[in-house]
């Protein structure tokens, strides 16, 4: 009987560090998710910044002619 006891002690300590572990290990998942949030968001709004930047093309009137030294 004693050794029933016994196994249901190491039974129920493990149980305790899993749940532990468990706890911890969600506590990390769910810090990781706000942090991809905010870089998906910081990158959402980087790829916009981006895309105002208006880049100029060889053929547009808008480009300045070559220094006269040219």
């Given at each position: 009987?004693?050794?029933?006891?016994?196994?249901?002690?190491?039974?129920?300590?493990?149980?305790?560090?899993?749940?532990?572990?468990?706890?911890?290990?969600?506590?990390?998942?769910i810090k990781q998710q706000k942090q991809l949030e905010l870089l998906e968001f910081q990158l959402s709004h980087v790829i916009n910044k981006v895309k105002e930047i208006e880049v100029p093309s060889g053929d547009s009137p808008q480009v300045e002619p070559p220094p006269p030294h040219y």
């Open positions: 009987m004693q050794h029933i006891e016994a196994d249901i002690e190491q039974l129920q300590m493990k149980v305790a560090f899993q749940e532990d572990t468990i706890e911890e290990l969600n506590k990390a998942l």
